[in-house]
């Protein structure tokens, strides 16, 4: 067994306390990040989308062109367990850097815009966005034909 003591001097009680007031400080930053993760936060999403504008523009530095107005806007209900259509549409989403898994049971809102650039010509191609909290989620690039497709929101390579 050992035994230590010591003179309890100013200087190291206030450096006690500062140690002490360190660990806490450190422990609630470490509980408030992983309550933000808890609360749906996801470190992929794209923050900063409070407008039109900003939708807009984050679907031009992809490279696309799109109408200036959305042709639809949709409160959706994410549920909270992925049937296998969700689990492929987040599939989609996970390779371009998204996981909606993160978002389940939330309210979201989906912003459809129709591109005017398809490569090919195609019309009547829509980029949707879904939007949690002012922070992209997730999105992708569908043809609503009968013989459609969906991607990222990347232009594909020819």
């Not at 031009?60 to 049937?83: C, H, I, M, N």
């Not at 390779?95 to 010509?121: C, H, M, W």
Request: a negative charge.
């Amino acid at each position: 067994m050992f035994i230590f003591t010591t003179k309890l001097t100013r200087r190291k009680a206030v450096a006690f306390v500062l140690i002490v007031a360190a660990i806490i400080c450190a422990l609630i930053f470490l509980a408030g990040s992983l309550d933000s993760r808890s609360s749906g936060v996801s470190s992929a999403a794209i923050t900063g989308i409070d407008s039109n504008e900003d939708r807009v523009a984050l679907l031009e530095s992809y490279g696309w062109q799109v109408k200036a107005e959305p042709v639809e806007t949709q409160d959706l209900t994410l549920p909270r367990s992925f049937d296998d259509t969700y689990a492929a549409y987040n599939e989609i989403q996970k390779a371009q850097g998204f996981d909606l898994s993160d978002y389940t049971g939330k309210r979201v809102r989906r912003f459809s815009y129709e591109i005017l650039n398809y490569p090919g010509g195609e019309t009547g191609v829509i980029a949707h966005l879904v939007v949690y909290r002012n922070s992209v989620i997730a999105g992708d690039v569908a043809s609503p034909e009968l013989s459609g497709f969906m991607h990222g929101l990347a232009i594909p390579e020819p």
